[in-house]
């Protein structure tokens, strides 16, 4: 079974930066493709931004984020990073990471959640 960690949330001013970071382990990582979800109160979580398996060559991102946010993975490490930058207070949510799987650059989510990370964005 998978194991998912997040770090990195906090209180940050609108226009800052964040990094979050993800950490597995029980797993061979590298197999997986990963995603970052979000989930504000009151709201349907998201997916904001996707990495492929192995050299993560492709990438996928939600509108509301793309060139803002920068989905990376380490597969030595076991870990899936996202950089956000220029954050806004609609960004306001706990980040969730997970395993899954992509085909034909979609992104399907497995089984497999993180514990999440709170992000605030005050404006």
């Known amino acids: 079974q998978v194991q998912l960690v997040e770090s990195g949330g906090g209180l940050v001013q609108a226009g800052g930066s964040l990094r979050l970071s993800c950490v597995a382990s029980g797993t061979i990582f590298s197999i997986y493709a990963m995603g970052w979800h979000r989930q504000a109160p009151g709201k349907q979580r998201e997916l904001v931004a996707s990495?492929?398996?192995?050299?993560?060559?492709?990438?996928n991102y939600a509108d509301s984020v793309r060139g803002r946010f920068t989905i990376s993975r380490d597969n030595g490490s076991k870990m899936v990073y996202l950089q956000m930058n220029s954050l806004k207070p609609e960004d306001t949510a706990v980040y969730y990471c997970n395993t899954g799987s992509m085909h034909t650059g979609s992104y399907s989510p497995g089984r497999s959640w993180g514990q999440g990370t709170q992000v605030t964005v005050s404006s």
């Open positions: 990495i492929s398996s192995a050299d993560g060559r492709i990438t």
